[in-house]
């Protein structure tokens, strides 16, 4: 469940890709802030911070300005330990740190360090509360809170007070428009969350921004804020109350709040965009990779091998007709085929020809070995290898079948090439091929000595002008997720396009 949890969470990340976004200007110039997130074991069972962690630390990396490791049992940190950080992001509902550790975060903040806070740490046991018969109440023993944490986040909560309306989407106002996390942003910004009342706020919080707590939606008619800043000894910290789980923090408001936010209470300035994204923003020099599908189902996982790099820009096409058309070789570095069909129209097969007679490259996965097998110079000389769907003179049908335990390796005297450079021999689940044909002149990579499977199972295609990949395992979601085979299909997808 955790693992499926945090794959849940990566994949929401890279969703969050179809937002507008813009690298930051002049950010790759800028030293890195060192951050470091604190979470992890939680007392109170609806703050879900092993899918929200990972999320928060996409939104903090792919803005390009910061370098993020995740502590996930904060007791026993050290000042030591903080020192080598700008940043600290809370997210975390568990119990007390104990007096060194948390002697050390107070430390850490009054030295001039920052922090930022988010959603349910503005209640708990840092407070003096526990969680007893599904709420927060007094502790039953009388015993005492951290009595500077009140201080650091700039609120107190009592627990008679704690609560928040309805789960809904409202819009969040900017009340002081001229601060750095603010200036330039759009007057609003929709959030999607829990919106928290009848908060106690100290005299050195200063609020950013506020929503109205709707009545109608259990809320108390009144605005309610939001975010805030705290100066603390020489630091900075920031807190906001949104920020419940993946999808509040999904929201593009939440994201270039928290973003700017971080980077505020790390250095005192902002020098990220208005507009940013919880996924990498490719390079302007990134790959530029088409996907081709169709003739055949495959798990959707598929998706995944091209997503979470800044070298790496691709789209899809979901048959040759949509992927082959004139002119383009100016559009594309690299296709990507998974498709299967046979047969390829004159006016596609010459578009595609074009295009690899330009320098562009080709990546050929699995079942699209049975492609274009009617156009000789393709099977030949570009890929380098046929699967018979049916028999063909004097060659027989070739075979598959699914559900192989397949070991791939590394051909020894071809370690150094780009494409397995790096790449561990491969036990993967997946279709084994068999019976094929193969050109005597491919440049084999990897092979296997299964007896369901012919020996290449990666290689290089023929042609002498033409950088043409094939691999033949793909047909699983195991395959997909396996980590090696990712490392393979990206090293064919730059090698192919001469990176």
């Known amino acids: 469940m955790r693992v499926e949890r945090y794959l849940a969470a990566i994949f929401m990340a890279a969703l969050a890709g179809m937002l507008p976004a813009a690298q930051a200007p002049g950010a790759a110039s800028e030293a890195p802030v060192r951050t470091l997130i604190l979470t992890g074991e939680s007392d109170y069972p609806y703050h879900d911070w092993r899918s929200t962690t990972p999320l928060l630390k996409a939104i903090l990396e792919n803005s390009g300005r910061f370098e993020v490791k995740v502590a996930e049992e904060p007791r026993g940190l050290t000042t030591a330990t903080l020192a080598a950080y700008d940043l600290l992001v809370l997210n975390y509902n568990g119990p007390r740190w104990g007096a060194e550790t948390e002697r050390a975060l107070e430390e850490y903040i009054r030295s001039g360090k920052g922090m930022i806070a988010v959603h349910g740490v503005s209640y708990g046991v840092f407070f003096g509360m526990e969680f007893r018969e599904r709420r927060w109440r007094a502790p039953a023993g009388g015993e ?61 919080a200063q609020v950013l921004a506020t929503a109205f707590s709707d009545p109608k939606m259990g809320g108390t008619g009144k605005e309610e804020p939001i975010l805030w800043t705290v100066g603390f000894g020489r630091g900075r910290v920031v807190h906001t109350t949104l920020g419940h789980d993946t999808a509040a923090m999904y929201q593009p408001g939440f994201i270039a709040a928290f973003a700017r936010g971080a980077e505020w209470a790390a250095t005192a300035g902002v020098t990220l965009p208005e507009r940013l994204t919880a996924a990498r923003v490719p390079r302007k020099d990134a790959v530029r990779l088409l996907l081709v599908t169709g003739g055949h189902s495959y798990p959707t996982s598929l998706y995944s ?41 004159d006016a596609e097969q010459k578009s595609l020809q074009a295009y690899l007679e330009a320098g562009k490259g080709v990546v050929s996965l699995h079942h699209a070995i049975v492609d274009y097998t009617s156009w000789p110079w393709w099977y030949e000389q570009v890929i380098g290898g046929k699967y018979f769907v049916e028999p063909a003179g004097t060659h027989p049908k070739s075979a598959a079948q699914e559900g192989v335990e397949i070991l ?31 050109s005597a002149k491919i440049t084999v990579l990897m092979d296997t000595d299964h007896p369901l499977n012919d020996r290449p199972v990666v290689y290089l295609g023929p042609h002498p002008n033409v950088r043409a990949v094939y691999i033949q395992l793909g047909h699983s979601a195991y395959t997909f997720r396996h980590p090696g085979y990712r490392k393979l299909v990206r090293n064919a997808i730059l090698w192919a396009a001469g990176r």
């Not at 009595?147 to 700039?154: H, P, Q, R, T, V």
């Not at 091209?306 to 070789?329: C, K, L, N, T």
């Not at 020894?412 to 084994?432: F, K, T």
């Open 408 to 438: 791939a390796r590394p051909v020894p005297a071809m370690a150094s090439h780009p494409v397995i450079r790096g790449v561990p021999p491969l036990p993967v689940l997946d279709e084994a091929y068999r019976g094929m044909w193969h």
């Open 305 to 345: 091998l091209f997503e979470g790099y800044d070298d790496i820009a691709w789209s899809h096409a979901a048959s040759p007709a949509e992927a082959f058309r004139a002119g383009m070789e100016t559009k594309w570095d690299v296709i990507v085929l998974h498709d299967m069909h046979e047969t390829i129209q």
């Open 144 to 204: 005492r809170g951290w009595a500077a944490y009140a201080d650091m986040l700039g609120v107190t909560w009592r627990p008679e007070n704690i609560g928040h309306a309805v789960r809904h989407v409202f819009p969040v106002k900017w009340v002081d428009r001229e601060h750095p996390i603010s200036r330039g942003l759009e007057p609003t910004f929709l959030a999607n969350d829990e919106l928290y009342h009848r908060m106690d706020h100290r005299p050195n």
